[in-house]
Structure formats: C-alpha cells, structure tokens
T-cell receptor, first 112, second 118 residues
Framework: GEDVEQSLFLSVREGDSSVINCTYT??????LYWYKQEPGAGLQLLTY?????DMKQDQRLTVLLNKKDKHLSLRIADTQTGDSAIYFC????????????FGAGTQVVVTP | DAMVIQNPRYQVTQFGKPVTLSCSQT?????MYWYQQKSSQAPKLLFH???????NEADTPDNFQSRRPNTSFCFLDIRSPGLGDAAMYLC?????????????????FGPGTRLTVL
C-alpha cells in the first residue's frame, strides 16, 4: 500500500533554516502538499507543488521535488518561534480519486 | 474570515451517548471530508461527500455516520462513542475531487473538534 514517510522530530535555532524531508510512493501523484498543525488546531495548508515542477518558492518557504527519488522537502528560511508546529507531508493518490495520503508528521521545535 | 467552521471546538460526551459534530463552509465547495486524528498520528479519512454522494472508507466503523443536508453543512454522528473514539475530528473541503490536473482537489481544513469520552 501507499506510504508517506517523514522524520518525526526536528530541532532548530531561531533564525536558522529548517529542512523537513518526506518520501512518498505514488509516482503518478499530481500534487504534493505541506500542511502545518499547531497544538490543538486544525491543519493549515502551507503550500503545494505540482508534480511537473522541481521547485516552488513562497516567501520564506521553498519546496523541492525530486520526482525520480520520490523525495519532497520543505525549507523554512529564518525560522521563527511561531514556526514551531507539526508539519505534514501529503500526496494525492491518483488511483483513489485524489485521496490524500499523509505522513506521520514532523514536529519542529524552534529554540531561542 | 473563517472558511471552514467546526462547532463545537471541544465536546465532552459519555460512553455510549450519541454525539453530533458540525461543520460548515463558506467556500461553496463540492466535497466535504471528515477525518479522525488521534494524538501524534496523521489524520485518518473516515468518509467524504461529493455533493450528495456519500463515500465511506472501507475501514470506517459503522458507529460513525454522516449527513450533508445542503452544500454548506456536514455532520458527523457517533452513535455510541467508546473510549477509543476520543480524538480530534477534522472537517475539510475541496472544490472538486482529484480527477483533473487543475488543483481543484486541494483540501482546506477547519480548526477541528476535540472529542472527550468519559
């Protein structure tokens, strides 16, 4: 079955860059997503990338997609304490009407 | 402006006592989803509605039901909550399903309802 894998934890100093990695399985996924979840809250869509793109930049966020290796990453520049949250990678499963397959989430802790 | 609204944000119920969670949307999206998320886990899809068409995931327990009386509202009914049903319940919407390349299947989530079962 499909599986999306992420590292579970990342600690980063305020002002540094964070890089969160994800590997996915459906080579025909059309879109890949990054969601942010703060404690006790719902999922906030951060950004997404179409599968024919290698990179997408949106202010402090940079998404890199390596389709050959099925590897997706999210880089957060100048990480702030407000970036502390759980980040979920998700792929849209083409054979299943676009159902989202989520990773387990990466908890990012930003230290002063 | 809130686009996907869930009420209540916190719900406490007793073991076995039916409970209903509510979701509404101002996006006029065709698709509405219900997810269950337990602590430190990824969200798990329970079911979705495409317009009035209901689609249940194969492993969703019969204890969970849903209603969508109109485009804007969708309800999650838990007929006999057990202790294992304590979780965050997330509602999401998308304009369409992922059957095109237009990106119209992007899902937008509400803030969630935290359900406690005593």
């Amino acid at each position: 079955g499909e599986d999306v894998e992420q590292s579970l934890f990342l600690s980063v100093r305020e002002g540094d860059s964070s890089v969160i990695n994800c590997t996915y399985t459906d080579s025909s996924s059309t879109y890949l997503y990054w969601y942010k979840q703060e404690p006790g809250a719902g999922l906030q869509l951060l950004t997404y990338i179409f599968s024919n793109m290698d990179m997408k930049q949106d202010q402090r966020l940079t998404v890199l997609l390596n389709k050959k290796d099925k590897h997706l990453s999210l880089r957060i520049a100048d990480t702030q304490t407000g970036d502390s949250a759980i980040y979920f990678c998700a792929e849209s499963i083409t054979d299943s009407w676009g159902k989202l397959q989520f990773g387990a989430g990466t908890q990012v802790v930003v230290t002063p | 402006d809130a686009m996907v609204i869930q009420n209540p944000r916190y719900q406490v119920t007793q073991f076995g006592k039916p409970v209903t969670l509510s979701c509404s949307q101002t996006l006029n999206h065709n698709v509405m989803y219900w997810y269950q998320q337990k602590s430190s886990q990824a969200p798990k899809l329970l079911f979705h509605y495409y317009d009035k068409d209901f689609n249940n995931e194969a492993d969703t327990p019969d204890n969970f039901q849903s209603r969508r009386p109109n485009t804007s509202f969708c309800f999650l009914d838990i007929r006999s909550p057990g202790l294992g049903d304590a979780a965050m319940y997330l509602c999401a919407t998308s304009r369409d399903l992922g059957l095109s390349l237009a990106g119209t299947d992007t899902q937008y989530f509400g803030p969630g309802t935290r359900l406690t079962v005593l």
